[in-house]
């Protein structure tokens, strides 16, 4: 059975830091990319960061440039979103997914929220002003 867990959300103050982890089980690790998505109450899905299995990390919001970084941990099949800086706009509820393959489909785009196979039941990330 295939199952992405997200932990680590959170209620936090701006300017402070959060981990979130993704423990990855029924699937081949290293041949997945697995990203990380974010959803804000009445607002559409959107990507943050994704890292493939040749650990090539990639960006999908400019956003959090400079503030959040992805890594992983093959070893424990984990995936890890380091969040610092938050700002109350970062508020949402962060998602990790699996795709077979890179971060990038057809075209070199970064591949859309439905090109991911596998998804996790989501952790609330909460940041106060």
């Known amino acids: 059975e295939v199952q992405l867990v997200e932990s680590g959300g959170g209620l936090v103050q701006a300017g402070g830091s959060l981990r979130l982890s993704c423990a990855v089980s029924g699937f081949t690790f290293e041949d997945y990319a697995i990203a990380w998505f974010r959803q804000a109450p009445g607002k559409a899905r959107e990507g943050v960061l994704c890292?493939?299995?040749?650990?090539?990390?990639?960006y999908y919001a400019d956003s959090v440039k400079g503030r959040f970084t992805i890594s992983n941990d093959n070893a424990k099949n984990t995936v890890y979103l380091q969040m610092n800086s938050l700002k109350p706009e970062d508020t949402a509820v962060y998602y990790c997914?699996?795709?077979?393959?890179?971060?990038?489909?057809?075209?070199?785009?970064?591949?859309?929220?439905?090109?991911?196979?596998?998804w996790g039941q989501g952790t609330q990330v909460t940041v106060s002003s």
């Open positions: 997914a699996a795709a077979l393959g890179l971060c990038s489909g057809y075209g070199a785009t970064l591949k859309e929220p439905y090109e991911y196979h596998y």
């Open positions: 890292i493939s299995s040749s650990d090539v990390r990639e």
